[in-house]
C-alpha cells in the first residue's frame, strides 16, 4: 500500500515556473517507477514524465519540464520552466510498483495522489 501526497500547485503567469513535490509512503520507493500525469478540463488524462533510474518526457515538455526523485526522502519532484497557457491542468503523480515495463509513460500506474491545480495565465 502506497499513499501519495502531492503539494506545489498555484497560478503562475506565462513564462513562468513551478515546482510541484509527491510525497510518497512505502518501504520499496527507490524501487517503484513514478509518473507526472494531467489532465485539462474535457481532455483525457495525459503522461507528462516518468523516472526510473532515468528520466522520460512527453513531447509537449520536454526541454521545459525535469522529474527528479529523491530516494532518502521517498519524494518526486517535477520542475516546470516557461510555462504555458495549455500546460494548465490538474497534475497527479503515480506510483508503479511491478516490474520491468518498456514504456514507463504509460506503465498500469498502481497508485495515484488527489491532484493539485497548475493554472497558467496568458
Known amino acids: 500500500q502506497v499513499q501519495l501526497v502531492e503539494s506545489g500547485g498555484g497560478l503562475v503567469q506565462a513564462g513562468g515556473s513551478l515546482r510541484l513535490s509527491c510525497a510518497a509512503s512505502?518501504?520499496?520507493?527507490?524501487?517503484?517507477?513514478m509518473g507526472w500525469f494531467r489532465q485539462a478540463p474535457g481532455k483525457e488524462r495525459e503522461s507528462v514524465a516518468a523516472?526510473?533510474?532515468?528520466?522520460y518526457y512527453a513531447d509537449s515538455v520536454k526541454g521545459r519540464f525535469t522529474i527528479s526523485r529523491d530516494n532518502a526522502k521517498n519524494t518526486m519532484y517535477l520542475q516546470m520552466n516557461s510555462l504555458k497557457p495549455e500546460d494548465t491542468a490538474v497534475y497527479y503523480c503515480?506510483?508503479?510498483?511491478?516490474?520491468?515495463?518498456?514504456?514507463?509513460?504509460?506503465?498500469?500506474?498502481?497508485?495515484w495522489s488527489q491532484g493539485t491545480q497548475v493554472t497558467v495565465s496568458s
Open positions: 503515480a506510483a508503479y510498483s511491478g516490474s520491468y515495463y518498456e514504456s514507463p509513460l504509460v506503465a498500469p500506474y498502481d497508485y
Open positions: 512505502g518501504r520499496t520507493f527507490s524501487r517503484y517507477t
Open positions: 523516472i526510473t533510474r532515468r528520466a
